[in-house]
């Protein structure tokens, strides 16, 4: 397709010069450029395609950025990037040093709240409402949500805030549950009729003065035909529930009709109070094989084609990756003990969860975006003897953090935290990165954290887990689990015990998780050095390995190195330095890991290479200690 418009689009003004036919063509060629920019370069696909229309619609009624347009997650706003001057950038989205993935303020006054977790956007735009009725300013507000994002608490906080307050403030349910919703609305739109018809009201009026007539009773049947109405009404009509909030609900109506989203858009922007507009999308739409399979395709890998090509776009590793470890795991010990059950929020497929939910659906739970209920959900069922293990995102989990300590800790449950994407996340960017897990799991009393290096040590430390009693985390990142045997056999591994994996004299290398791996290559390159390290794999964060840790101010060692895959300020190093120097340790110690700054999208590689935590950055720290420590020592 050639592009006629899409290049030409500077602002959201430019749509305004457009007519009716020239922005249905411009959505033709939104939804073609989107999809053969993605395939090739990868990114999330399903979502924007869902609401090319609607975004449209939006920039087209709406005089943004003087009007708020608020996103939800950002996954559907890729759209919003092209229509908002962003055509000639979007092909570096989500690559190392280009456009964010998600929305970003400093990127785009017209990116008005940064978001990447889920059903903030109501919030975030309600403060924008009522900020502007304390400026005694005009502009409009909108949030765009999706269905799926309704599961979020917050969202519903919000809606409540916002009914009571009474500010206008539009709020668009992007409804994208294709099975379900088609058939609400299609029902919906039934029952609105029936209610409508002049019989229907007639014969509702002649039984409520008949019962005027009734000399008995009165007040109660008509209590009674009042509850029946309302009951009736808050079964067949979707929007009862936002009416009773406090909100004008209007819909379902179809995302994908450019006309009358405009039309409905139009008509209800200057409402003076809250307003629900109701939208029914179709993930994926305009792409036979993402609308068929939205999950698959709600974020695709790179195929370094141009074409839209709709191959398998995810290679498989012959190694798997600890997500799909942790899957076959799960499998493996919800078959040896019956007692096991996995608890997720919204995230099957990204955890690798599919397999059990598959195999063990009686035992598997997917509570939607709704992270704090996960974890009080599973301290519930902990307490009556089922051992729930709760697989979640680690950047997602720490909004769970007050239910981790008040519902789990405090109370000592075995619940098994299993935290992936601890670490850096790659191209999703600083919302997405598990760089915060190490310091907020560390100070909460009485939790166990860990880290395995591969694999096989993932399933030790499950079982180990699940013969605690107590709370238990374990963290890894999305990245290959080295080695995994799937024949193997667990080892229980005692509570804080680290593991020597190579001996040395001359300095002493910490390492977490994978990045053992790293400190081994580092330290056979140091030999050539004349350089003697001795390596540790410290996969027990929490508790450490006092004796261990003893045992190097007892030996002499007067360089230590901690390697963590995780933000410095509080983290593993921190506990180390905290210990060895409160004991007396003379030494110098460097601690690595992330920065006291939030670090951008990228590949893995990019960003550990970006911050001196790849073999040569590694290295080369070592290097620059060992020769400070030895200028040092002739100054002494």
Not at 189 to 213: D, H, Q, S, V
Not at 585 to 610: C, M, T
Request: hydrophobic share 35%.
């Amino acid at each position: 397709m050639q592009l006629k418009y899409l290049p030409q689009i500077k602002s959201p003004k430019d749509l305004k010069e457009l007519d009716n036919n020239s922005l249905h063509r411009l959505c033709d060629e939104l939804r073609y450029y989107t999809v053969n920019t993605i395939t090739q370069i990868g990114g999330h696909l399903a979502p924007t395609l869902g609401v090319i229309e609607l975004t449209t619609a939006l920039h087209y009624i709406y005089n943004t950025p003087d009007d708020k347009l608020v996103w939800d997650v950002g996954h559907q706003a890729y759209a919003h990037k092209l229509l908002t001057g962003r055509f000639d950038e979007f092909p570096s989205i989500r690559q190392y040093g280009g456009l964010s993935g998600f929305l970003k303020r400093s990127e785009s006054e017209y990116d008005v709240f940064g978001a990447g977790h889920a059903s903030t956007a109501i919030s975030a735009a309600l403060g924008m409402a009522e900020a502007r009725y304390q400026k005694e300013e005009k502009n409009r507000v909108v949030a765009v949500i999706g269905d799926g994002a309704m599961t979020g608490g917050l969202a519903f906080e919000a809606i409540n805030n916002a009914g009571h307050l009474g500010r206008q403030i539009t709020v668009i349910l992007n409804d994208n549950e294709m099975s379900i919703s088609p058939n609400v609305g299609a029902i919906s739109k039934y029952f609105t009729r029936l209610i409508a018809n002049p019989t229907y009201n007639t014969l509702k009026t002649e039984a409520w003065e008949l019962t005027k007539k009734l000399p008995l009773a009165r007040g109660t049947i008509q209590a009674f035909l009042s509850r029946l109405d309302k009951s009736i009404k808050n079964i067949i009509v979707p929007g009862m529930l936002f009416e009773e909030m406090g909100f004008r609900y209007f819909g379902p109506i179809d995302g994908h009709d450019l006309d009358e989203l405009i039309k409905t858009l139009d008509t209800i922007k200057d409402i003076e109070k809250p307003v629900l507009l109701h939208v029914i999308t179709k993930k994926g739409k305009g792409m036979s094989v993402a609308e068929d399979n939205p999950v698959k395709y709600h974020g695709v890998k790179a195929n370094g084609k141009s074409n839209g090509s709709t191959k398998k776009l995810i290679k498989q590793s012959e190694v798997p990756s600890f997500q799909d470890a942790f899957g076959y795991l799960s499998c493996e010990i919800a078959e040896n003990r019956k007692d096991t059950v996995c608890i997720t929020a919204a995230m099957r497929e990204g955890t690798g969860l599919v397999p059990f939910e598959k195999k063990f659906p009686e035992r598997y739970y997917d509570v939607g975006i709704a992270e704090g209920h996960a974890v009080t959900f599973s301290a519930g069922l902990a307490t009556q003897g089922i051992r729930p293990i709760v697989a979640i995102y680690s950047t997602f989990l720490q909004r769970a953090f007050d239910h981790i300590v008040h519902d789990v800790s405090v109370q000592n449950l075995p619940v098994i935290f299993c935290m992936d994407r601890s670490g850096i996340a790659g191209e999703d960017g600083p919302t997405h990165h598990g760089a915060l897990d190490i310091p907020y799991f560390r100070c909460i009393q009485g939790m166990v954290l860990t880290a395995p290096k591969n694999g096989n040590e993932l399933r030790n430390l499950l079982y180990t887990a699940l013969n605690h009693n107590g709370p238990f985390g374990i963290r890894y990142p999305k990245f290959s689990s080295v080695e995994f045997d799937r024949k193997g056999q667990a080892d229980l591994l005692p509570i804080g015990s680290w593991d020597v994996e190579r001996k040395g004299e001359d300095l002493l290398i910490l390492a977490l998780g994978p990045m053992v791996y790293s400190a081994l290559s580092v330290a056979t390159d140091l030999d050539k050095e004349n350089i003697s390290c001795e390596v540790v794999n410290c996969r027990f964060i929490k508790p450490m390995d006092l004796a261990y840790l003893n045992s190097i101010i007892k030996r002499g060692f007067n360089k230590v190195i901690t390697i963590e895959e995780g933000v410095i300020n509080g983290g593993f190093g921190d506990g180390v330095s905290s210990y060895l120097l409160e004991n007396g340790y003379q030494g110098a110690i460097k601690r690595l890991g992330l920065p006291d700054s939030y670090v951008e999208h990228g590949s893995r590689n990019q960003i550990l290479n970006s911050l001196s935590l790849d073999n040569d950055g590694i290295k080369n720290k070592i290097i620059d200690l060992c020769a400070r420590a030895k200028e040092e020592a002739l100054k002494r």
